[in-house]
């Protein structure tokens, strides 16, 4: 079956780093994607990684090991805005569909 | 970057009647669409995979003569909720296929 485990909920302080863990087990893998979700808006895409190693972009890197089926999504200089829902999802599938996780809450305070 | 449209973006329906609603890409051509609805806290659920010319993949257990879908064009799908019930009150939302997903704003519909 596919499954897909992250965290429900975080909290961290403005100007810290966090660290977001996602593990999966699906019946096929094309890659893996991390989008953030305001409430009530559609996600948007942050990242996206499908080999082994970890891709950097500004304050946000994912990570991803592909033979233990896991990936992390890093936020650095944590600011009130990246108060929000962080969806990681597994491409699957001949017609390439996204699978997701329930999503983590994360809240950042002052 | 690439731009994908919902029509309409909110929607309030009595029990028992139909809604339509429209995902566009705007500035590119989209063999393949997908369908998501989302519960309030929970994640997104996949719904169906819209194919341009070709009818549509539904996952299991939902209902394709509940959730019409049609993707008349490589900008268009549609899906409309037939005989729409409370339970179906969701945030419905669409993504276009390119080289990466792009998602539309979303739709929520609230039954009556």
């Known amino acids: 079956g596919q499954n897909i485990d992250q965290p429900t909920e975080m909290t961290a302080t403005e100007g810290a780093i966090v660290q977001i863990n996602c593990t999966y087990q699906?019946?096929?893998?094309?890659?893996l994607f991390w989008y953030q979700q305001h409430a009530g808006e559609a996600p948007t895409f942050l990242s996206y990684n499908v080999l082994d190693g970890l891709e950097e972009k500004g304050r946000f890197s994912s990570f991803l090991s592909r033979s233990k089926g896991y990936s992390y999504l890093l936020l650095k200089e944590l600011q009130m805005k990246d108060s929000a829902s962080y969806l990681c999802?597994?491409?699957?599938?001949?017609?390439?569909?996204?699978?997701f996780g329930a999503g983590t809450r994360l809240a950042v305070h002052p | 970057g690439a731009v994908v449209s919902q029509h309409p973006s909110w929607v309030i329906c009595k029990s028992g009647t139909s809604v339509k609603i429209e995902c566009r890409s705007l500035?590119?051509?989209?063999?393949?669409m997908f369908w998501y609805r989302q519960f309030p806290k929970q994640s997104l659920m996949l719904m169906a995979t819209s194919n341009e010319g070709s009818k549509a993949t539904y996952e299991q257990g939902v209902e394709k003569d509940k959730f019409l879908i049609n993707h008349a064009s490589l900008t268009l799908s549609t899906l409309t909720v037939t005989s729409a019930h409370p339970e179906d009150s969701s945030f419905y939302i669409c993504?276009?296929?390119?080289?990466?997903?792009?998602f539309g704003p979303g739709t929520r519909l609230t039954v009556l």
């Open positions: 500035d590119f051509q989209a063999t393949t």
């Open positions: 993504s276009a296929d390119t080289d990466t997903q792009y």
């Open positions: 999802a597994v491409l699957s599938g001949g017609y390439n569909k996204l699978i």
């Open positions: 699906t019946s096929g893998f094309n890659g």
